[in-house]
C-alpha cells in the first residue's frame, strides 16, 4: 500500500483536504519531497494538530423560507394580537372617536390604543365600549369613554366577528354583546372587522352559534316562534337553545335579556331574509347578523402576516 504523502496545498485547507486528496489522486503527491508524518518532519505535527477538522459546508435552505417556517409558528391567540394592533396603527388617528369592540381579539385592539396613548403616539382619543368588559378594560388602561347618549359620530369601530362570508356580512354575538356592538357600528364611518383566518365561512350561520337576543318574558314562546320563520326552518338541521351560564342558569346579557342560539347543518339560504323575519318576531330585541355593515376585513394568518380584504362593491 502507498504510504500517505504531503501535497502543496492552500494553508485554508487542514488536514481533512490533505488526507482526501492523498486517498482518491494519491498522483498527485506522489511527486512531493517530503512523506506525509513522518518521523523525520517533527516540525509539522504541531501545526496540523492545532488546525479544526473542517467538515463539507451543508446545502442551506433558501432564507425566504426559514423565514416562512420561523413564523408559521404563530398561535392563534398571536394571530389575534397581530391584527388587533395593526388595526390601531393603519385605521386609528388622534383626535378620533372610536368604537370600542368586545372579544378576544377585539380586546387587543382596545389594548394598543391604550398602548400609544400612554406613550404619546396617540392623543385625544375617545372611546365608546360595546360592552361592560370592554369598559372596564378600557378604564383600566386610561382610555377617556363616553357612550352614545353623549356621541354618536364614531371615526372608526374596530370589531371581531364569528363567521365572514365572501361579502364581509357577519355573524357576531357570541360573547353576547351584539345589541351594544351592533348599535355602535351602525354609526362607524368605517367598521374594521379584525379575524384570524379560522373566522372565514362561504356561508353564515355554519360554523356555531347564530345568536338572537330575547326579552325573558315568554322566552320559550319566542323561541318557537323563531324557529317556525320561513328563512329559518327552511335550513337543514336547524335547533334553538337557550344559552346558559355555569350550566344551570340562563346567560343574562349586559341588558339582562336572554340569548337563542339557533344552529344548523348548512349555511342560511338568504341571510337577508332571515334577519328580517327575526326583527318582526315581537320579543326578539336583535340578532348577530351583521349585514353590509363592514368596510374591510383584516385577517391573521398563520405566517404572521395579515390579509385586507374589502368589501366588494
Not at 28 to 34: C, I, K, P
Not at 229 to 253: F, H, N, W
Request: glycine residues 8%; charged residues 25%.
Amino acid at each position: 500500500m502507498e504510504p500517505f504523502r504531503k501535497a502543496v496545498l492552500p494553508q485554508s485547507l487542514g488536514v481533512t483536504a490533505v488526507l482526501l486528496l492523498s486517498l482518491r489522486h494519491p498522483s498527485s503527491v506522489a511527486g512531493s519531497s517530503a512523506s506525509f508524518l513522518r518521523p523525520a518532519a517533527p516540525s509539522l505535527l504541531p501545526r496540523l494538530r492545532q488546525r479544526p477538522l473542517v467538515s463539507a459546508p451543508q446545502p442551506q435552505a433558501p432564507r425566504r423560507h426559514q423565514l416562512r417556517m420561523a413564523v408559521g409558528t404563530v398561535s392563534q391567540d398571536e394571530m389575534k394580537k397581530i391584527v388587533g394592533y395593526k388595526a390601531v396603527d393603519d385605521y386609528v388617528k388622534s383626535d378620533m372617536l372610536v368604537g370600542l369592540g368586545t372579544g378576544s381579539t377585539a380586546a387587543f385592539a382596545v389594548e394598543r390604543i391604550g398602548e400609544k396613548l400612554k406613550s404619546g403616539e396617540l392623543s385625544n382619543i375617545v372611546g365608546i365600549p360595546t360592552s361592560e368588559r370592554t369598559k372596564e378594560q378600557a378604564l383600566s388602561l386610561n382610555i377617556p369613554l363616553v357612550t352614545l347618549d353623549d356621541r354618536y359620530d364614531i371615526d372608526v369601530a374596530i370589531d371581531g366577528a364569528d363567521e365572514v362570508d365572501p361579502n364581509l356580512d357577519l355573524v357576531k354575538g357570541r360573547g353576547g354583546a351584539l345589541l351594544r356592538e351592533k348599535l355602535v357600528e351602525e354609526c362607524a364611518k368605517e367598521f374594521v372587522v379584525i379575524v384570524d383566518e379560522t373566522k372565514l365561512q362561504k356561508g353564515l350561520g355554519v360554523d356555531g352559534a347564530m345568536p338572537v337576543e330575547v326579552n325573558k318574558f315568554c322566552w320559550k314562546f319566542v323561541m318557537d316562534r323563531i324557529k317556525g320563520l320561513p328563512s329559518i326552518k327552511a335550513v337543514k338541521g336547524c335547533r334553538a337553545e337557550l344559552r346558559m351560564q355555569d350550566g344551570d342558569k340562563p346567560y343574562e346579557t349586559d341588558n339582562q335579556n336572554y340569548i337563542v342560539d339557533l344552529y344548523f347543518d348548512e349555511p342560511l339560504a338568504d341571510a337577508k331574509q332571515a334577519a328580517s323575519e327575526l326583527l318582526g318576531v315581537t320579543g326578539v330585541v336583535e340578532h348577530g347578523l351583521f349585514l353590509n355593515m363592514a368596510t374591510v376585513c383584516l385577517v391573521g394568518k398563520p405566517d404572521g402576516t395579515v390579509d385586507a380584504i374589502k368589501r366588494p362593491s
